[in-house]
Nanobody, 118 residues
Framework: QVWLQESGPGLVKPSQTLSLTCTVSGGPITTSDYYWSWIRQPPGKGLEWMGA???????YYSPSLKSRISISRDTSKNQFSLHLSSVTPEGTAVYYC??????????WGQGTQITVSS
């Protein structure tokens, strides 16, 4: 069993950088074959996979976000983080962190609401 918990600011102003952290418990983020993902869901829309960082520290991003996104990790704290620059109101969404193995999401965080507004 893996538990994930997102933490973040709740409200971000347009053009700023959104930073979120996911704290993982139940196993190390270096566990073989695991990928640690960020996914968001804008109001009234479907889920959007944003990117992931692997158990080895390699990162993967959605092409539509690649110029603005980075995902990092802190193995000493068993955390991974999302940084999304130049946010716009279209970035308002519930942001989830999740664990992914064999191309399937197996555990989700509860999600955190992020509103982009001045």
């Amino acid at each position: 069993q893996v538990w994930l918990q997102e933490s973040g600011p709740g409200l971000v102003k347009p053009s700023q950088t959104l930073s979120l952290t996911c704290t993982v418990s139940g196993g190390p983020i270096t566990t073989s074959d695991y990928y640690w993902s960020w996914i968001r869901q804008p109001p009234g829309k479907g889920l959007e996979w944003m990117g992931a960082i692997s158990f080895e520290g390699s990162d993967y991003y959605s092409p539509s976000l690649k110029s603005r996104i980075s995902i990092s990790r802190d193995t000493s704290k068993n955390q991974f983080s999302l940084h999304l620059s130049s946010v716009t109101p279209e970035g308002t969404a519930v942001y989830y962190c999740a664990s992914e193995r064999v191309s399937c999401i197996d555990y989700w965080g509860q999600g955190t609401q992020i509103t982009v507004s001045s």
